[in-house]
């Protein structure tokens, strides 16, 4: 059985089947066949012992009339073997008959199915076999009530199928039904076997044809899964087991695909975004390079003045790789999960002034003007006061860098339902349309010219108000510099 297919497990079935229903189908048919005739018999002899009972004298003043009795007896029984004739007395025992002496082996018979035949039960009715001692044989009858004087005396018990005609029907019966059996099991067996071929074959047509889909998943890679994930099911095909398992499979193909599409653009970014910091780093750190081999080759030969200003750019360069590296570590420990928010209850706006003092003066030497407009009566927010400060940092530190002098940088706070809104704006040059749809995804290379991209800052802000619940967005405002806006949870 463990080495068969499915196929051929439900053909075994389906013959176990056939042949147990053949079986109990000639079974049945042989019972209801019997129960028929013995029906039809009784019903014909119905009146067969009141007309007896009626027409001979079996009863005479002193009680039975033997010789009318056994004269009777075997004139019905040579006109008509299959008939057995008994007299009872009016408890059912039998006092008169005209078997082979040895041959009665019961001396009274049960009055409960007379009595149902006389009141007009449903036919057959079947009553006790005087020839048998076993309580389980019985016997077609017919019955009628011996009267005298307006008083039942007894009763004709005739059983209408002998054991010699019963004999002889057992026998024929379990031929004929042997022969019906086989008959009737072999062309159910025969139909059945042709009509389950075309049913299973019709039948297993979805489960092949998905045994195929799978199978070619594993030969055929990505590609059948991706073949397979745009398949679309029939709306007017059949809602079975298979199809919810196809459709299961195919719903797996699409998981399977869109993990697949889902990885390739993670690689991609991953290769811009080891593209894009190499370039940064590649810039000071080549700067770098250059003004400390002009130190160390033309040290004599420069003076004072130009060796100390070397060193300013070298030192600033070394600051822009130091940050980054810090940057990058960042957002390695942001994006494997390391980071976890420490939540408590401060005020936004206090934290708004403390990074408008770290940041207070880089604004004077470039004359930048910092504003704070923010709503009266806004309560404490419910957040990482680090992170959060971080956001800020990062915010403010990138408007300062691409605000030119003489600009103005505004922080807005309001509360907003179960929220304080935070919005930065600068008077910058604002953020290039090609940048904009990839400024917290990954770091864009620094293009010439004025235009400015958010870099690891900003993708660790996007990562740090995540991991509160909230989000950044830019806010478009055509003719103004940038404007980033982001919520903090109560």
Same mark, same amino acid.
């Given at each position: ?27 049945l ?6 129960q028929?005739?013995q029906?039809?018999i009784q ?9 007896i ?12 009339? %033997? ?12 006109? %008509? @073997?299959s ?11 039998i ?8 041959s009665v ?7 409960? @199915? ?15 076999? @005087? ?17 005298? %004087? ?26 004929w039904?042997?022969?019906? #059996? ?39 890679g ?8 745009k ?5 007017q ?35 811009e975004?080891? #593209? ?5 780093l ?11 081999e ?10 004072d ?5 070397y060193?300013n ?30 939540k ?37 927010v ?11 940092? %990062? ?16 922080i ?20 290039a349309?090609?940048l ?16 400015? /991209? ?27 510099g /940038? ?8």
């Amino acid at each position: 059985m463990k080495n068969m297919t499915l196929s051929q497990r439900l053909t075994l079935v389906f013959i176990v089947l056939l042949v147990a229903c053949g079986s109990i189908s000639g079974y049945l048919q042989v019972r209801s066949s019997n129960q028929y005739s013995q029906a039809v018999i009784q019903r014909l002899s119905q009146n067969l012992a009141k007309h007896i009972a009626e027409s001979n004298p079996l009863l005479s003043q002193n009680g039975l009339n %033997n010789a009318s009795v056994h004269t009777l007896f075997d004139q019905l029984m040579a006109v %008509n @073997p299959s008939v057995e004739v008994y007299l009872l007395d009016k408890q059912g025992k039998i006092i008169g008959d005209a078997a082979p002496k040895g041959s009665v082996k019961r001396t009274q018979v049960n009055l409960q @199915p007379v009595q149902a035949l006389l009141q007009g039960a449903k036919m057959p009715v079947y009553g006790d076999n @005087p020839r048998s001692a076993d309580s389980a044989s019985l016997q077609v009858f017919s019955a009628a009530p011996l009267i005298d %004087n307006g008083q039942v005396q007894g009763y004709v018990y005739i059983v209408l199928l002998g054991d010699e005609v019963t004999a002889l029907d057992k026998d024929a019966q379990f031929h004929w039904a042997v022969l019906m #059996a086989v008959r009737s099991m072999g062309l159910v067996i025969l139909f059945g076997l042709v009509a389950g071929a075309i049913a299973f074959r019709w039948v297993t047509r979805p489960i092949r044809r998905l045994t195929e889909q799978v199978s070619n998943l594993d030969s055929g890679g990505m590609e059948a899964v991706q073949q397979l994930s745009k398949t679309i099911a029939s709306p007017q095909g059949p809602r079975d087991e298979v199809f919810l398992l196809q459709q299961a499979f195919i719903k797996m193909a699409k998981r399977i695909d869109e993990q697949w599409q889902r990885l390739t653009r993670q690689d991609q970014q991953r290769r811009e975004f080891i #593209a894009n910091i190499s370039h940064d780093l590649r810039t000071p750190l080549t700067s770098l390079h250059g003004y400390l081999e002009t130190l160390s080759v033309k040290s004599e030969q420069l003076s004072d003045e130009e060796r100390n200003r070397y060193l300013n750019i070298a030192l600033v360069q070394s600051r822009k790789v130091g940050r980054l590296a810090q940057e990058l570590f960042e957002l390695a420990r942001l994006e494997y999960g390391v980071v976890k928010p420490q939540k408590e209850p401060f005020s936004m706006g206090e934290l708004v002034q403390d990074v408008y003092q770290k940041f207070e003066l880089t604004a004077e030497t470039r004359h930048l003007i910092l504003r704070a407009d923010i709503s009266p009566g806004i309560p404490l927010v419910n957040a990482d006061l680090a992170l959060i400060e971080r956001v800020m940092t %990062n915010l403010l530190d990138n408007a300062i860098r691409f605000t030119p002098d003489y600009g103005t940088i505004e922080i807005r706070l309001w509360q907003q339902k179960e929220k304080v809104v935070v919005q930065l704006n600068d008077s910058g040059p604002g953020i290039a349309a090609e940048l904009k749809e990839d400024l917290f995804i990954r770091p864009s290379i620094l293009s010439t010219g004025r235009k400015r /991209a958010g870099g690891l800052g900003l993708m660790i802000v996007k990562r740090i108000l995540e991991l509160h619940g909230s989000n950044i967005a830019l806010i478009e405002q055509p003719g103004k510099g /940038a404007c980033f806006e982001f919520s903090v949870p109560l």
